[in-house]
């Protein structure tokens, strides 16, 4: 008997604790209908108020609409060249957007820059075949039952896809030209970087020669073999060796037309590929909406505190 004891107590305990929560949540549901009910009835008996508060609101909230300068978003679709990925990065995010908000003005541009980010263009296809070693990379990963899709996003991956969104964000309606221009003179201003541009376009234009010459040999090879066959009965039979240099030949191709591709981004260590330019960036709600329901709040809220006023008093 003496053992039932704290298990009837806590039992009793537990039952009062729900009862507790229960008149507690009862009362909290009361008051809030009742204070609904009293805001609703002052705001009715002062509707007069409610309503010149609606209209003034709405009438500047329209003015501001229709005369503030424009928020824009300028979307750059860019190619760090020469292993400069990650100093891409760092410059965004240590961004020095108060000198370039200076150099602007100076330069009458009309417009201040108020954000800049940056973000992979994830291309997961491209990125594996552009790489034997991405592709072993990910053979690896598949066989190791680990979630592609996820590593694909992951920071270590998404830095070596080869284009990347630079979003700039600009407030005015001025050269967005100018302002566009300006960051990208300064990320590609970097002495280290540009030396290196010059180095590996040398090397890049020597491999296009060798590349050209390759195929000036395959084809050179077909004009004798079509020379030595007068009556042109060259056929896979008589040349087996044919469907591999034929092979041989599109591989030099797709080499040559990717090697022509990389001269021309290779040409700024971050290459502007293409751009979106002033998308407009729209307020989550427009001021028409959201003045009035500021103005109302403060009445309510000068309202409210009045009555506290006048409470203490009596």
């Not at 030595?228 to 037309?257: C, F, H």
Request: charged share 25%; net charge neutral.
């Amino acid at each position: 008997m003496n053992q039932e004891y704290p298990h009837n107590t806590s039992s009793d305990e537990q039952e009062v604790d729900l009862k507790h929560l229960s008149n507690r949540m009862s009362s909290f549901y009361d008051n809030f209908i009742f204070n609904a009910y009293r805001l609703l009835r002052f705001l009715r008996r002062r509707w007069y108020v409610v309503l010149a508060l609606i209209i003034v609101g709405a009438g500047l909230g329209f003015y501001i609409d229709s005369t503030k300068a424009g928020r824009l978003r300028h979307e750059l679709l860019v190619v760090p060249n020469f292993s400069s990925v990650d100093y891409l990065y760092q410059k965004v995010e240590d961004y020095d957007r108060l000198k370039l908000n200076k150099d602007l003005i100076a330069s009458n541009a009309g417009n201040e820059v108020y954000k800049i980010k940056i973000e992979p263009v994830y291309d997961v296809y491209n990125y594996i075949l552009t790489d034997p070693l991405h592709f072993e990379a990910f053979k690896t990963l598949s066989e190791r039952a680990i979630d592609l899709e996820k590593y694909s996003k992951s920071k270590l991956a998404s830095k070596n896809y080869k284009y990347h969104i630079l979003t700039v964000y600009t407030d005015g309606l001025g050269d967005t030209e100018m302002t566009v221009n300006k960051i990208m003179e300064e990320l590609n201003s970097d002495e280290y970087f540009n030396k290196r541009k010059e180095i590996e376009k040398r090397n890049t234009i020597a491999k296009r020669e060798e590349i050209a010459k390759s195929i000036e040999h395959i084809n050179g090879l077909f004009q004798r073999l079509g020379s030595a066959n007068s009556v042109n009965d060259i056929t896979m039979n008589a040349y087996p060796e044919l469907a591999d240099v034929l092979t041989a030949k599109e591989g030099l191709m797709k080499q040559l037309n990717a090697v022509d591709v990389q001269m021309i981004e290779q040409d700024k260590v971050i290459y502007l590929a293409t751009k979106m330019m002033n998308i407009n960036v729209n307020p989550f709600l427009p001021y028409y909406i959201t003045i009035p329901f500021i103005l109302l709040l403060i009445y309510i809220a000068g309202a409210y505190f009045n009555f506290k006023v006048r409470s203490l008093k009596k």
